[in-house]
Every structure is written in structure tokens, then in C-alpha cells.
């Protein structure tokens, strides 16, 4: 089982910069595809962003394409989730997940999750 903690979410003004970061825990890190996706009160879990195992590849919404950067360190069981210019719609919360599938844009193709953090922007 892998346990998953997100961090770094809060209080951030519109046109300032956003890192998110979510620990796993386990040995078995470097063996999912992380993910990253947000979620607006009364609507389903968005695609973010995901990131190979290796942290080659990575995969982005096309509708968020260019506004978030993801990362992760294997060493540190970690991964990261950029996002610079932040705007008020931005302001959901955010969640971090990991898969062995084959689908990583897919919330339904996801084993573990964490918690949520919420992200608030001001203007």
C-alpha cells in the first residue's frame, strides 16, 4: 500500500506562484506513474498533469498546457506540481495519485491517493 500527503497549498495572490508537493511513502515509489488533478467544489476530479516512473515523460491537460510544471524525485519519494501566474480559477483544491495502469489521465485508473490540499487565490 502506498500512502500519499500533499503539501503546500494555502493562501496565494492571483499572479503569484504555486508549488505543490505530495510525499509517498513505501518502498515501491519509482514503480507508479504519478498524477496530478483538481477538483472545484461540485464537480468531478480535472486532469492535471502526469509524470513517468522514471520522470521522463510527462503529460499535461491540453487546456492547462504550459501553466503547470510537474516533477518528482524518486531518491525523495516525491513529486512535484509547479504552477507560476496563478489565476482565481485556480483556486480548487488540489490532489496527488498514483497508478501502475495504463490510462494516467484517467481518475478512474488510479490506486492510492492522497488527502486533498486546498489552494486560495486572492485578488
Known amino acids: 500500500q502506498v500512502q500519499l500527503v500533499e503539501s503546500g497549498g494555502g493562501l496565494v495572490q492571483a499572479g503569484g506562484s504555486l508549488r505543490l508537493s505530495c510525499a509517498a511513502s513505501?518502498?515501491?515509489?519509482?514503480?507508479?506513474?504519478m498524477g496530478w488533478f483538481r477538483q472545484a467544489p461540485g464537480k468531478g476530479r480535472e486532469f492535471v498533469a502526469t509524470?513517468?516512473?522514471?520522470?521522463?515523460?510527462?503529460y499535461y491537460a491540453d487546456s492547462l498546457k504550459g501553466r503547470f510544471t510537474i516533477s518528482r524525485d524518486n531518491a525523495k519519494n516525491t513529486v512535484n506540481l509547479q504552477r507560476n501566474s496563478l489565476k482565481p480559477e485556480d483556486a480548487v483544491v488540489y490532489y496527488c495519485?498514483?497508478?501502475?495502469?495504463?490510462?494516467?489521465?484517467?481518475?478512474?485508473?488510479?490506486?492510492?491517493w492522497g488527502q486533498g490540499t486546498q489552494v486560495t487565490v486572492t485578488l
Open positions: 495519485g498514483c497508478t501502475q495502469g495504463a490510462v494516467p489521465d484517467d481518475v478512474h485508473d488510479y490506486d492510492y
Open positions: 513505501g518502498r515501491t515509489f519509482n514503480t507508479y506513474t
Open positions: 509524470i513517468s516512473r522514471s520522470g521522463a515523460r510527462t
